[in-house]
């Protein structure tokens, strides 16, 4: 097991290949499906190779990508939090996404300060995008609340709906 990050709660880890029932459950979820979009996902197998082709590929191409993140009370396995580097953004995408039973209890704010100091601290990164859905307005808090800047909607490369559009760093 990697461990890429811990907080007060969580242990945000890289994905292993063990993650796929998680990960075939979280892609799945209405939340998932709702505010970021269907994978195509349906399998164990299908989940395994998502693993290894989107997440443990981001991995070995840009040095980040989206760690499972898991309560260190239990080691149950919650959600995802991450860098991720999307076409039509200059920068890398601060992302997250968590099972609905966790939903309300701070573990979206807690991960994605945690991903965004790592970015600006170890990583070096010193400016990041983050993009939601126009009606996901609890993302949009917590993105507000780590301190990211709204910037406007815009539309990215293959996509089939505009998202909204928040950025931090170099001037906000």
Do not use: C
Not at 45 to 62: H, K, Q
Not at 119 to 139: D, H, Q, V, Y
Request: glycine fraction near 12%.
């Amino acid at each position: 097991m990697v461990v890429v990050l811990e907080t007060g709660r969580l242990i945000l880890r890289e994905a292993e290949a063990g993650d796929a029932p998680f990960i075939l459950e979280l892609l799945n979820s209405p939340g998932f499906l709702e505010n970021i979009g269907d994978r195509g996902v349906r399998t164990l197998d299908e989940a395994a190779a998502y693993i290894e082709e989107r997440v443990l590929g981001s991995y070995r191409s840009y040095g980040f990508g989206m760690w499972v993140t898991v309560q260190k009370l239990d080691s149950t396995p919650v959600g995802l939090a991450g860098l991720v580097k999307r076409d039509g953004l200059d920068v890398p995408d601060v992302g997250y996404a968590f099972i609905q039973r966790v939903w309300g209890q701070g573990y979206a704010q807690e991960a994605a300060a945690a991903v965004l100091a790592h970015a600006r601290g170890p990583l070096g990164i010193p400016k990041l995008a983050a993009i939601t859905t126009l009606e996901n307005f609890a993302s949009m808090a917590v993105l507000r609340k780590i301190g990211f800047t709204y910037r406007g909607v815009i539309q990215l490369p293959g996509a089939d709906r505009e998202s909204t559009h928040f950025t931090v760093g170099d001037g906000g």
